[in-house]
């Protein structure tokens, strides 16, 4: 986890919040307008089945839970906004586990995810005020179900990180790998990370023991102060990802995750960590996950790939771009297998890699780049001779990575 300037973005973005939300005479006013009929404030948690209607801003004054037995219906174009807080003042949506979320946005009308510093409006893709790299403003998208993981001890259930003990909403694990928690599609999730606690932030979307009965297509996140997307154990498939500034690490996964990941961006920015951060199992319950069809822009801060503890699955069809020489930045810019865990399911094949390539810096070689043997696996390409990555035209208009021209030239 990163704690880097967290105080400073809580201060600005109360002052952001602020500048938008005094009279004339400077006085503080309420941002929700009890008058605005399409402004609504959710203060409580979400206990019968619900909807938010298109056209109309709901803005979160809390940690928000859509408890077990329930649907929270998001129709397409709703813009859902964080208040500002941190610690157990974070805001965040959570999906309990045996609750379910059904939001469905379109391509043409993607449902929004940020914070109430941000004054988008419905319609709009780009926000207009805040920059795409201002991160911690409020807190993020949790979903939470009845999966398996691989947890330390062999438990069957435990507390989702960025969520406090206290919070029973927050378990998640069980036994149905089929478990259902709703549909996810066509939605972007902005400026989150809100920190509750020492090294403990809140990821762009949470991902906690969810089943394959659960759909998730279309999804972006953009400056989360922690990581994009993490996966906790479960058996979820997502397919079209984009990340867009991760403040850690692009895309995590822990504790025996069982889907896939089926056509992915990751554009790291000035504070991203790793794009591909890889964990191993917990427990004795052992599976891996799969990752193909990605296309990995990288920075100067960023390193390709680090797994970790006895990662294990599948990674392949992923171009990597923009990466430093790991020799002349301290290691940043390369793909390692760390630790003797690691290195033994690489050599048994459970961690596996295929046909990865590489546009590298001038002079750097594949085996400089790619370590403990993946260098067998990869091939250098020229800057858009690749043939392997994401097909770029999924992300269309419909996120802000693509609007801001990101995806050009690739």
């Known amino acids: 986890m990163k ?3 967290s105080l400073f973005l809580l201060f600005a973005a109360v002052a952001i919040g602020f500048s938008s939300c005094v009279d004339g005479n400077d006085n503080p006013v309420d941002p929700v307008d009890p008058e605005e009929d399409d402004v609504l404030l959710v203060e409580s948690n ?3 089945n619900t909807t938010w209607e298109t056209g109309k801003t709901y803005v979160l004054g809390g940690r928000i839970t859509v408890t077990s037995g329930n649907t929270l219906t998001i129709q397409p174009g709703v813009i859902v906004k964080g208040e500002v807080g941190s610690g157990s003042n974070a805001t965040a949506l959570i999906i309990a586990r045996g609750a379910k979320i059904d939001a469905q946005g379109t391509a043409d009308s993607p449902i929004i995810f940020t914070t109430i510093a941000d004054e988008i409006m419905p319609g709009q893709i780009a926000s207009p005020n805040l920059d795409p790299d201002l991160s911690g403003l409020w807190g993020g998208l949790i979903v939470l179900g009845n999966a398996k993981g691989s947890f330390a001890g062999d438990v069957t259930e435990i507390q989702i990180e960025g969520i406090p003990p206290s919070d029973t909403n927050g378990l998640y694990g069980g036994s149905d790998d089929e478990d259902n928690s709703g549909v996810i599609k066509y939605i972007s999730i902005r400026h989150g990370g809100a ?15 969810v089943g394959s009965g659960t759909v998730i297509e279309n999804v972006e996140v953009i400056a989360n102060q922690d990581d994009g997307i993490e996966w906790f154990g479960g058996t979820v498939s997502v397919k079209n990802a984009i990340v867009w500034n991760a403040g850690d690490d692009a895309l995590d996964t822990d504790q025996a995750w069982a ?3 089926d056509n992915f961006v990751v554009v790291a920015g000035g504070e991203t960590d790793h794009a591909l951060e890889i964990d191993g199992p917990e ?8 990752l193909m069809n990605g296309t990995i822009i990288g920075s100067e801060a960023a390193e390709m790939g680090d797994f970790r503890d006895g990662a294990m699955g599948t990674f392949e069809n992923i171009y990597f771009v923009n990466f430093p020489d790991p020799a002349a930045t301290d290691g940043r ?6 630790g003797d865990k690691t290195l033994a399911t690489y050599a048994d094949g459970t961690l596996k890699f295929m046909n990865l390539e590489a546009t590298l810096a001038e002079g750097v070689a594949l085996s400089d780049v790619f370590k403990g043997g993946t260098a067998d696996s990869a091939m250098s390409v020229a800057e ?3 043939t392997v990555g994401a097909d770029l035209s999924a992300f269309g208009s419909w996120s802000w ?3 801001a021209g990101n995806l050009s030239g690739l």
Do not use: R
């Open 259 to 261: 889907g896939t990941l």
């Open 46 to 48: 979400i206990s019968s």
């Open 283 to 290: 427990g004795s319950y052992l599976a891996g996950h799969t």
């Open 384 to 386: 858009g001779a690749n």
């Open 3 to 5: 704690k880097l300037n």
């Open 333 to 338: 810019g390369d793909l390692s297998l760390s």
């Open 401 to 403: 990575t693509s609007v």
């Open 195 to 209: 920190n509750i606690g020492e090294g403990n932030e809140i990821n762009g979307l949470t991902l906690g023991g």
